[in-house]
């Protein structure tokens, strides 16, 4: 039925929430009763993960793999306990879920343990939505990437859990007070997976965490040494952009000044290179620098929409 799908999917607004209640039935055995909130029907894979028998540390492996509809007419069962429940896995609906108190323990100690990047990605998405949600505190994410992190094998996964650890968690949610450990915390990430690509198999993971542990710097030494020698040790050279990278983090942190910008721009005189010079020194820390910024975004029509954006990224700081 096109026209009743399209009220319940096109013509409403929001995402629903489905949030595990597992329950414990006679001779210790459980059923499953998905809380949902929204209006929309689901269909759902919920997945039942063991810890691995054969494997002392983290890995968890897949018992069954159940198809419900939501809302459901009855409690599913499910046997016996599973060390971890994934609402949605294989990420067939759209909505956001949650985790049981049991499951959100589990997968705590064992998420990087889970056979399927598919089923991790939703975990992680579960997790980011439960931050942006305030039912879990940022810095909870923080300390599941700083586990799991330095064991994923998927580069999309690796790249989207630092974003949204930097950008959002760091810069945004976390207090000032929080701030510094944070910094530090995604540092060491960083540095663990920068180690763990030393011997050039996987380039792609290793630029992945040189770009963020250039964007949490929280001391300038190490990438204002990158930036002079003109590479990182071990690999990889600095190309345009990430000489651009190091440059604006060594502009929030007060460590250059416009003689340096100057000196990179007549390095790199492409468009790009206008962008990361607008993007530093706007970056940079002292109220002339501020005034100027602001003065070219709002007191005149000059900028493009390219040194406009540049501008407004460089312009605000968490740490001034």
């Not at 944070?182 to 763990?196: G, P, Y």
């Not at 964007?215 to 030494?221: G, L, R, S, T």
């Not at 990361?276 to 970056?283: H, L, N, S, Y």
């Not at 940079?284 to 406009?308: C, G, I, Q, T, V």
């Amino acid at each position: 039925d096109v026209h009743a799908w399209a009220d319940a999917w096109l013509r409403t607004t929001g995402v629903d929430t489905l949030r595990p209640v597992v329950t414990r039935g006679e001779e210790g055995t459980y059923t499953l009763q998905v809380e949902h909130k929204g209006s929309r029907p689901h269909r759902i894979a919920v997945g039942l993960y063991d810890q691995d028998v054969a494997d002392e540390g983290r890995h968890l492996v897949l018992r069954e793999r159940l198809d419900l509809d939501v809302p459901q007419n009855t409690p599913q069962p499910i046997g016996k306990r599973p060390t971890l429940l994934v609402l949605n896995d294989g990420d067939l609906t759209y909505a956001k879920v949650r985790f049981d108190t049991d499951s959100f323990k589990a997968l705590t100690e064992s998420l990087s343990g889970l056979p399927s990047p598919l089923t991790r990605a939703v975990v992680w998405n579960a997790l980011r939505d439960a931050v942006r949600d305030g039912e879990l505190p940022p810095t909870a994410y923080l300390d599941a990437a700083r586990a799991h992190l330095p064991h994923e094998t998927d580069l999309a996964l690796v790249q989207g859990v630092l974003a949204f650890a930097a950008t959002y968690v760091t810069d945004r949610y976390v207090t000032p007070e929080q701030r510094p450990a944070a910094l530090t915390t995604l540092s060491s990430l960083c540095r663990d997976l920068i180690r763990r690509t030393e011997d050039g198999d996987n380039p792609g993971l290793r630029l992945i965490a040189v770009r963020h542990c250039i964007d949490v710097a929280a001391h300038p030494d190490t990438i204002a040494a990158w930036l002079a020698d003109g590479t990182v040790p071990g690999g990889p050279e600095l190309d345009p952009e990430l000489r651009w990278r190091i440059l604006t983090r060594l502009a929030v942190l007060g460590a250059t000044d416009e003689t340096a910008i100057a000196a990179e721009l007549e390095r790199d005189p492409s468009a790009t290179g206008q962008e990361g010079a607008a993007r530093c020194r706007a970056a940079l820390p002292d109220a002339e620098a501020k005034s100027r910024a602001w003065a070219a975004m709002f007191a005149s029509d000059d900028l493009s929409n390219y040194l406009f954006t540049a501008t407004a990224r460089g312009f605000w700081q968490p740490e001034q």
